[in-house]
């Protein structure tokens, strides 16, 4: 396991960018419907101040471009070794590629070299402009169906002067906006993003700050603190629970959730189910995996916490 030496990422919550109007993205989806109201673009912001350990886009996680590798797919040709400038790519002694994601400067000459694309950088800078045609192109379809643009993550927050700069652009041509955020930010900078978004969805993980530490790598007051602010100014929030594993999903947690939940003003509780489905990603990014043991949630079990939440008066969906 290596540690990324490039990484810019520290467990700040977001700061102001200065005059930068590039962002760190790494992907951009269109036709989303789960992120959102109607049909939507979700773009991908790239970099966050969480690390949770159930994260399913563990690539989203370093703000700089990352390599992932699809060892299974490798047909051991070598001709990413031979392109390699630092390296970070070698031939172990049992002829497999070994890969030192910590050298790795993901400058794209292997993915480049590699015939059998089992190599793929994730993660590049685009200019506002450059989202904002993208998100654009399917205008008529946010007007028919009530959708518009999600910025989503990573953390969009973390690269606030951005996230303002295209919402506010997605919003002069009438584009509906929805954040979808953890939270963990500084208010006086969420409160200036706030204006510019429509609609929230806005994660909450754990109610006791020493465990959600232990689960996501920071406290939860900030976030806490931030719900609250953000409910007392009106803003409609969709809540958010991601459900996982022995590290939420007991009774009492959750009735800890919907017992924060019920005293700030919430549209809509969606539930999360823990999957595997980002689990191979860890593996392709040289990154350990702590839940490659649990497993998802049976139908009955996510109805009897969706019972749960709905016991106290809340609207709850299963996302
Ligand atoms: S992306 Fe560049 S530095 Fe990283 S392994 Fe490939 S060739 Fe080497
Ligand atoms: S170039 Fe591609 S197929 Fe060849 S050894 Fe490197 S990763 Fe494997």
Redesign the pocket.
Known sequence: MNTYHRSIVSQEPGQPQGETKLGYIFDIQRFSINDGPGIRTTVFFKGCPLRCIWCDNPESQEQLPQ?LYFESLCTKCYR?VE????G??KISPDGSIE?DHG?????????KACLSEV?V?SGKTMTVDEVVEVVRKDELFYRNSGGGVTASGGEPTYQPDFLKQLFRQCQSYGIHTTLDTCGYVKWEVMAEILDYVDLVYYDLKHMDTVRHGELTGVGNELILDNARRISQGGKSIVMRIPLIPGCNDSEEKIKAMAEFVTRIKVVRVDIVPFHQLGSKKYERLGMIYRLGEAKPYQEDEIQTFKDTLESYGLEVSIA
Request: charged share 5%.
């Open positions: 390599l990413c392109v390699c400038p630092s970070a790519t890969i050298l790795c400067q993901a400058c794209g000459l292997c993915v190599r950088i």
